[in-house]
Every structure is written in structure tokens, then in C-alpha cells.
């Protein structure tokens, strides 16, 4: 049993609370190596902004949760190098989907973890999300849970359609489960394939996609029934064009790649939404960047000469979220 305490890692009940009252939203961005943790906590540290360091199923089978958890350990250590004195970084399970995941979490040192029991029938989810949450608090650990179904694939978690949150539920959802914070979903979705063309309408002038506009109205109502509750945005990337262009230019191919546009994301965190998943959005500067040195230098091979770019960019793209889209900068002086 390790506590995260001992790690000097924070859970997030003190962090969301700040952040509704606040008007601003924590960035939770997922890591899976070394460059994207670096670019993370050195947009953190520049930028004092209190931050979700999220591990997902795919990326503990890819980098291995013993590592990652140390990784986040030594985060800390460099924050403060970086000359951040009261780093607040919390260690959180991205979609954990059994109790056996988030429990191996809790006992591994990680400060808050999510059980998404949300492809559950409800009484299920209730149950399955009240056994982790009463593990959980005994350790002081934080746990976020979902109602609704995002649409869209990340690592193993996909729907093909999905049902945005019943209102009438999350009074007695919250309640009987004792949840920290709850995934809504209000048409957000998973990956850089948000909305299918049809889905969309064509700008003119630009011939680009335009989404369909978040449901405001369903997010008012579940504020209205929990006020002052924690409510989580998860698939929360805005694709940014820039990116696709370079990846497009380069040898890469994603055609009518579309995300959440970052005014819609601006105006949710100034609400109770108190926490915004990113992932696709770093994924897509990392790629940008190697593509772009393989295309304009075809003689290199050393892999720091393409991921050093690709750790600008990400870094670049994190200062820019949470200065411009979450308004967390400044929050953890
Ligand atoms: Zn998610």
C-alpha cells in the first residue's frame, strides 16, 4: 500500500471546490511517456495552474502502471525544480472499469480514480460506482463517475450513439453513490472523429466542419438539480485545424478530423464543470511536429531530434488550454 500523500500528490476535492467558486476548470490531460508528462508539468509549473495528470486502461498497458505511477511521482519533484513551490498534481484512473482496476489504483498511489459505469444498466452503475467510492474515501481518495454515453473511440472505451445525462437521474444518482464529481455527457465525444460530416454543417467559406453546439440547456438543468456539484467534460479536444493541416501536408491523412471548438469549452468552464479531459488535442501536436521534422529532415534518427519538437508543441498547446480555455493559470501559486 502506497499513499499518494507520501508522493506529495493531491486529490481533487480541494481543487474542484476552488474551481466552481472560481469560474475556471482543471485541465486533465492523459499521459503515456516521458516528453508528454515533461510538456505537461512544464506548462503547469509556467503557467501555476493545478493539474489532473490521467492515466487510461491503454495507457497502462503500454507504459506499464508501476512506471507511470513513479513517473508521476518524480512530476512532483519536478515541478518544484522548475521552480513551482506547491505543485498541486493529482495522479487520477481514466475510465477505470472494474472495482479490482480502481482498487489496485487506490493501493498504488494514485490520488483519484473514475469507475465508468456508465454502458452499466443504472441500479448497476449505482452499485458498482458505490463499492469504489466506499474503498476509496477510506483512503481519502477522490472518485469521479459517469452517467450518460459519450459516442466516439479512445483507447478501449467506444460507442457508436450517445445519450446525454438525464437530469432526473443525478440527484439520486450523487446521493446514493457518494461520488466526488460526475461525467456528464452533454455531446462532447471521444477522439479526433467527433461528428460524422452529416452530423455537421459546412462553413461556406472555409469549407471546414462546423459541430453541433454542446447541450448547454442539459448541463443547466443538472446544474440546477446538484448546485455546486463537481460536473467532468470528457472528450474535450477542439482538434485544432492547425494540426491537421501539418498532419495532412505531411504525409498524413485525416480527412474532416473535428472537435469541441474551444468558445463552447470556455463557456463550460466558467460553470460547474470544474474538470475538461483532454487527450486527442496533444496527440495530434506530437504527430504534427514528427512529421513534420521527418518530412523536412529526411536524414534524421535520433528520436530526441523529433520528440524534443514534438515536447514544444504539446507544452505550447497545454499553456495555451489553460490560459485561454480553462482560465486555471495562476491557481496553484
Ligand atoms: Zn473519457
Redesign the pocket.
Known sequence: MVSYKELGLVNTREMFAKAINGGYAIPAFNFNNMEQLQAIIKASAETKSPVILQV?KGARNYANQTLLRYMAQGAVEYAKELGWEHPQICLHL??GDTFEVCKSCVDFGFSSVMI?GSSLPYEDNIALTKKVVEYAHQYDVTVEAELGV?AGV?DD?QAEESHYTKPEEVIDFATRTGCDSL?ISIGTS?GAYKFKPEQCTRDPQTGKLVPPPLAFDVLDAIMEKLPGFPIVL??SSSVPQEYVDIINTHGGKMPDAVGIPEEQLRKAAKSAVCKI?I?SDSRLAFTAAVRKVFVDKPGEFDPRKYCGPARDEMTKLYKHKIIEVLGSAGKAE
Open positions: 487510461s481514466d475510465h465508468d459519450l479512445e472505451v461525467a471521444h470528457h472528450g479531459n487527450d
